[in-house]
């Protein structure tokens, strides 16, 4: 009885203690070590192990494991948390009830396949380690190999009381363990976090620093220099050397040359395929090597002639490529065996050679453009005084075409006048012979009332010729005047567009006459413009001579429609024949200046160039044409019905 009391009292005193080291206890193996030796006091417990359960992964760690005869995992190792059927300690937790056996009963649980991984004990018991919704913790193991030693039911009774209260100290213990495992890995992630940060930063500031060499006009062995300064800020870089491909003559050169033990290199411009350069660029990858595998390179015929110091520890290249194409090589290599290139170094020369690579194309881009410009603008000075002269010439042109016009005119219209002037003298002449006969006849007394009214009808009939043809003459001078007025000047003045129409038709009669062709003009009588009528009388004018130059034979009947309408403050002018027409290819050339279809005929080529000109240029408007064999030409011009001073375009 005695017995029995301090055995519970011990018990007693154990849970006592389990309570006060979950709330002074921080570690997780320390908690349970105190646990396994205050165990020790109430039954044998030589052997013992504590399993806790990581349900992200369904694995378990063993963190505390105590064996006479095996050994247990590493307190950190995770491992796969197996079925009932193949381990007594996943069926202790997945079962979540607790466990005794023996060893008569493990083997013969084992007849019919593996149960567990351990040595067959004595005596096996097993509790489930249960927080308070009852969801799987871990298991709490004891175990004997020795016969003497086994566990009553009242070991089992204990051993469950103890599991319990191990279970509910766990909970806190875990909770804290995982938060602190969680913080010390959220702390080595941020420290790595860190670190990559900082060495981005590094490598972000190299690169700004490149970019930058790129575009400063720097001395080239200014700028070698600054770029090995940059790398030796990223790695360690005593030796550093850069290589530059010459494609044009298939030659290598070494602009730049550190190294520890040659002052100079071996040669400063070597033929392509020499040395480990160009087994680089053959390859187009950024390479790693030591000496033996630089050795092995050699022998197997993929470097020849080695150039410099073969006593090398370790030894980067990187390509500089462009769109596949190289511009060179960056090559780091050190003669110490503790500074030892890697991986890690190998990516961040070949990440900067990328972007040297671009810098130098930049450069060599720009010097091209710099060479291009300069030979551009001495092409453009030439081209601008050769502009400037077909300019004057063209204007020249466009003078004496405006000039040959008016004479055209003039001749025309002097033409024109001479006919009804000619009749007025033979009227007059006519007149002056009747009156000589009629004074004769007064004079010598035969006058009769007969004789007398047939020299009045003879009077009257020549005075009528007369006016009538004077009229003719001075309708024709008053339309000329004017016209020929607008055409030589640039101003502006007020005009009704109908009536200045017909005078330009009217002056137009010389080339019309004779001409079957038939002119109509639909214009409202009160469309009144402010803009340059003389710009509106040379394009009609040059419109109606391309009609009857190139539309129409010269006894070819035809129609010219002329149309005029007021479309808010702009005014729509269509003009149209039913002429010839013309075809695509010569419709878009139709406002080319010098093209023409009738030179052999005449034709300066000039007068669509100007129609063009004036109807966009001086009236401020746009102008379309369309046409197509067979079916004449239409003209479609939209201009302002007035024009501003300011805004206006002499021509």
Known sequence: MKSRLARLEAVQAMLLD?????????DITEFIGAVHRALG?????DNFYVTLAEREDNTVRFVYFVDTVDEGPSPEQRVTLASPDESP??????????LTMTAAEMRARESDAVWGTGSVAEHWMG?????????????????SYLPQHTYSEEDQALFALIANHVSNALQGLQSMDRLERAVQERTRALAREVAERRRAEQVQHALYQIADLSASALEPDVLASSLHRIVGELMMAKNFIIALTHPDTGEISIPYFADEKD????????????????????TKQAQLHDAGSFARLHAAGKVRHPLGSTDIASWLGAPMLVNDKAYGVLVVQSYDPAVLYTKAELDLLAFISSHVAVAIARMQADRAIRKAKDRLEQQNAALEQALNRLQQAQTELVRQEKLASL???VAGVAHEINTPLGICVTATSHLVQELKLTREELAAGEMTQDSLEAFFDVVDQSLRIMTTNTQRAAALVRSFKQVAVDQSSDDIRSFNLGTYLNEVLLSLQPKLKGRPIEVAIDC?????LESFPGAVSQIVTNMVVNSLVHGFERDQPGHITIGAALDGDHVLFDYGDDGAGMDAETLAKLFDPFFTTKRGSG?????GHILYNLATGVLGGSLQVESSPGQGLRYHLRFPRKVVKGEAKPA
């Open 603 to 607: 034709g300066s080529g000039l007068g």
């Open 89 to 98: 300690t996943a069926w202790v937790m997945l079962n979540k009830r607790p």
């Open 41 to 45: 006091r109430i039954m044998y417990a």
């Open 263 to 282: 002052d100079e290199p071996p040669h400063k411009r070597f033929p392509f395929g020499m040395g480990m350069v160009s087994y680089v660029l053959q």
């Open 127 to 143: 509790c489930p380690l249960l927080d308070q919704q009852h969801e799987v913790v871990g298991a709490i193991v004891i175990q």
């Open 18 to 26: 389990i309570g006060q080291l979950s709330a002074s206890c921080t």
């Open 524 to 528: 409202p009588r009160d469309l009144q």
């Open 407 to 409: 004479g055209q005119m």
